[in-house]
């Protein structure tokens, strides 16, 4: 996750006094209907890509059970004793699971986290937590599903920025997907405190599942905080960093931040989704010309990776910032 912290509105209002923020709802299940109801769809995502950087889809194909099973799941092993969750904690950024309860990227604030690669899942599953029972099978099949979710977004995204459905196909057929699986304690009520801080995510799309309220987005327009409402069975989309660099700036990462709850725990499931370790990413070439120069270098999230580590005590420090080509952002 890239700290933003320089380029956020500076109150910190309750949640309570902030507006909520209307987003677009978009039925994913139109995708597959006849090629007009597609096509809108395919608008309305890129309208939402180009102008928020956020929106919530239903109809997405994954059911209220699966995805209770994900809640229970990450809420079970919360509950574990501290000892066991603390066998998975490290300080190294690239191991394939890891646990903490207080982060040093800058951004955590109140937060206990379990991180974890997903796809492909033969190669990652033997590495997760054997303990609750029932993590390892309730986990997997959400995560599972939510890729399929994402395969489908990402198809979408590509094919409103006018580039050609199987573009990269393959990289994002064997691209990563990490799973941040987050739990944020109830606070007293009265209390304003933020669970993690500002922030945009790096990768190309995050999918987020929560058990309650808890999220709020920068809106762009009042370069203000606005509450993001929970909607029943719903999956809320971010666009990530190296979605603004892939469309060479046509769509905007979007900076958001987590608040705890005061009436009672939440849990977030972020399903993070990018190219493959090593991959670089960059500016599509259909997006590139004399009138549109790249606006980013291009990078991996391994490179990500290692500038988290490098930059642990310079929190201001943005890793979309270090990508920007001087003269054209």
Same mark, same amino acid.
């Given at each position: 996750?890239?700290?933003? *912290?320089?380029?956020?509105?500076?109150?910190?209002?309750? *949640? +309570?006094?902030? %507006?909520?923020?209307?987003?677009?709802? /978009?039925?994913?299940?139109?995708? *597959?209907?006849?090629?007009?109801?597609?096509?809108?769809?395919?608008?309305? &995502?890129?309208?939402?890509?180009?102008?928020?950087?956020?929106?919530?889809?239903?109809?997405?194909?994954?059911?209220?059970?699966?995805?209770?099973?994900?809640?229970?799941?990450?809420?079970?092993?919360?509950?574990?004793?501290? @000892?066991?969750?603390?066998?998975?904690?490290?300080?190294?950024? %690239?191991?394939?699971?890891?646990?903490? #309860?207080?982060? =040093?990227?800058? &951004?955590?604030?109140?937060?206990?986290?379990?991180?974890?690669?997903?796809?492909?899942?033969?190669?990652?599953?033997?590495?997760?937590?054997?303990?609750?029972?029932?993590?390892?099978?309730?986990?997997?099949?959400?995560?599972?599903? !939510?890729?399929?979710?994402?395969?489908?977004?990402? @198809?979408?995204?590509?094919?409103?920025?006018?580039?050609?459905? @199987?573009?990269?196909?393959? $990289?994002?057929?064997?691209?990563?997907?990490?799973?941040?699986?987050?739990?944020?304690?109830?606070?007293?009520?009265?209390?304003?405190?933020?669970?993690?801080?500002?922030?945009?995510?790096?990768?190309?799309?995050? /999918?987020?599942?929560?058990?309650?309220?808890?999220?709020?987005?920068?809106?762009?327009?009042?370069?203000?905080? $606005?509450?993001? %409402?929970?909607?029943?069975?719903?999956?809320?989309?971010? /666009?990530?960093?190296?979605? @603004?660099?892939?469309?060479?700036?046509?769509? $905007?990462? !979007?900076?958001?931040?987590?608040?705890?709850?005061?009436?009672?725990?939440?849990?977030?499931?972020?399903?993070?989704?990018?190219?493959?370790?090593?991959?670089?990413?960059?500016?599509? $070439?259909?997006?590139?010309? +004399? =009138?549109?120069?790249?606006?980013?270098?291009?990078?991996?999230?391994?490179?990500?990776?290692?500038?988290? #580590?490098?930059?642990?005590?310079?929190? %201001?420090?943005?890793?979309? +910032?270090?990508? +920007?080509?001087?003269?054209? &952002?």
């Amino acid at each position: 996750m890239s700290d933003t *912290s320089s380029n956020v509105p500076q109150q910190q209002l309750p *949640s +309570e006094e902030l %507006q909520s923020q209307p987003m677009p709802v /978009i039925n994913l299940g139109h995708l *597959s209907l006849d090629p007009t109801s597609r096509c809108r769809v395919v608008d309305d &995502i890129a309208r939402a890509c180009r102008d928020l950087g956020y929106f919530q889809v239903i109809n997405h194909g994954i059911s209220q059970s699966v995805m209770d099973d994900a809640i229970e799941a990450a809420t079970d092993f919360f509950n574990l004793p501290s @000892e066991t969750k603390e066998e998975y904690a490290s300080d190294d950024l %690239q191991q394939p699971v890891r646990y903490d #309860t207080s982060s =040093k990227d800058g &951004i955590s604030m109140s937060r206990a986290f379990l991180k974890h690669y997903a796809h492909p899942l033969c190669d990652w599953l033997q590495y997760w937590p054997q303990q609750p029972p029932i993590y390892r099978e309730y986990m997997a099949k959400y995560a599972v599903e !939510v890729r399929g979710v994402a395969l489908k977004l990402m @198809e979408a995204i590509l094919e409103g920025l006018g580039l050609d459905t @199987e573009y990269m196909h393959v $990289k994002f057929d064997e691209g990563l997907q990490l799973l941040s699986v987050n739990c944020y304690p109830k606070v007293s009520e009265g209390d304003t405190t933020i669970g993690l801080a500002a922030h945009s995510d790096y990768g190309l799309l995050t /999918i987020l599942l929560t058990s309650c309220r808890g999220l709020e987005v920068v809106d762009r327009s009042s370069n203000s905080w $606005k509450v993001v %409402q929970k909607l029943p069975h719903a999956l809320h989309v971010h /666009i990530g960093d190296h979605m @603004e660099v892939l469309s060479n700036g046509r769509i $905007k990462t !979007v900076v958001h931040r987590a608040v705890l709850n005061p009436r009672e725990e939440r849990i977030s499931i972020a399903s993070i989704h990018g190219f493959a370790l090593h991959e670089k990413v960059s500016s599509a $070439k259909e997006l590139v010309d +004399e =009138k549109n120069p790249p606006k980013y270098k291009e990078s991996s999230f391994n490179d990500f990776l290692e500038h988290l #580590t490098a930059n642990l005590d310079n929190r %201001q420090r943005n890793f979309l +910032e270090t990508l +920007e080509c001087k003269g054209h &952002i």
